[in-house]
Structures are given as structure tokens and as C-alpha cells.
């Protein structure tokens, strides 16, 4: 079967969407972050033209402990303003649950990508096929290997943390993103 190319693109969110979309982010603000679990978190960013503090709500793909960091990956490849974003500003803080930390972005080389696109379609399946199915890959046909090759072709950020986590203060809604 032949495959346009390129592969046709998910259309942009409508207005009930995107207002869909950023009720994840107005749930942290509200201190509900731990209804997301580990497996979602809040980046806090600062944006390359305007300068001002930016939030989004990305997936973990995968956390480790030793030395604590984060795999997330961007659903709209390296055109995401968040991911470009990091790319201006790798020193960022994230939220899990009710605690923040000072991150620094690590942008994953492809071939390590394809590794991590395997591992994260053996642990969530039906998400790393919604992934793959937004952009445009179809990565099931060849089961672990077109995985990895879907995963060559997905931007992936690694969020190594920088100095110990801190509670969220009382008095202050948010934190400054560091400097």
C-alpha cells in the first residue's frame, strides 16, 4: 500500500480542544498535579522571543532515579514551541505531583531516540501508537523495529535534575523559573 508523502498531518486543534487541552495545566495551578501520577508533568519554561514564563503539560516516557531525570517527547516533533523553547533555554523547571524541580534539557541523539521509542512501546502500547499515528508513522507493521525507526524520528528531551527538588512554597502560587 502506498503511503502519501509526506504523510498527512493531524489537523490543528478547534477552540473547545485547545480549551480542552489546557485544563491539564489549570489542574496543577490549582495544586492537583498528583491526580497525573508519574506519568505526566508540568514544564515551566521561558519563551525564546518574548521572554515571558511559559507552561505545558508533556508525558513522561520514561524517569530514572540514578541520576534523577525525565524522557519526554515532543508530539509535534522539533516544531514544538516548548520544545524549541528548551532548545534557546535548557535550564527549565518541571512539577511532578507537588514538588518542582530545576531541570536541565538534554536533547537525545536519533539513534538513542529509537531505543527509547521500543522500550516506551513495550510499556504503553497504545499510546506510543497514538504517537506515532499523529505524526504520521506507522511504526506498528514492524513491530520493535519500526518503533525504533518511528522513535529515529521523534524529538526526545531528557530532564536531568540540577539540585535537589523543593516543596511548593504556601505563600506563592508558582515558582520563578531558575535563573
Given amino acids: 500500500m502506498n503511503q502519501p508523502y509526506p504523510p498527512p498531518r493531524a489537523r490543528p486543534p478547534t ?19 498528583p491526580l497525573f501520577g508519574r506519568r505526566m ?23 530514572d532515579t540514578a541520576p534523577r531525570s525525565w524522557t519526554v517527547a515532543s508530539g509535534s516533533a522539533a516544531s514544538a514551541h516548548w520544545y524549541r523553547n528548551l532548545r534557546h533555554t535548557p535550564q527549565v ?18 539513534e538513542e531516540c ?15 501508537r ?3 499515528s499523529s505524526l504520521g508513522l506507522a511504526a506498528e507493521a514492524d513491530g520493535d523495529r519500526g518503533y525504533r525507526g518511528a522513535g529515529e524520528r ?12 523543593f516543596p ?8 520563578e523559573p531558575p535563573a
Fill in 114 to 128: 529509537g531505543l527509547i521509542m521500543e522500550r516506551y512501546a513495550r510499556t504503553r502500547p497504545r499510546a506510543a
Fill in 93 to 110: 523547571t518541571i512539577q511532578t505531583g507537588r514538588r518542582y524541580h530545576a531541570v536541565t534539557a538534554h536533547f537525545v541523539p536519533p
Fill in 41 to 63: 508533568l508540568l514544564l515551566i519554561h521561558t519563551g525564546r522571543v518574548s521572554g515571558l514564563s511559559r507552561q505545558d503539560v508533556i508525558e513522561v516516557v520514561e524517569q
Fill in 130 to 132: 497514538t504517537l506515532c
Fill in 168 to 175: 511548593r512554597p504556601a505563600s506563592s502560587p508558582a515558582p
Fill in 15 to 33: 477552540r473547545w480542544r485547545r480549551k480542552l487541552a489546557g485544563l491539564p495545566i489549570l489542574l496543577y495551578r490549582a495544586g492537583l498535579g
Fill in 154 to 165: 521523534i524529538a526526545f528531551v531528557r530532564l536531568e535534575e540540577s539540585r535537589p527538588s
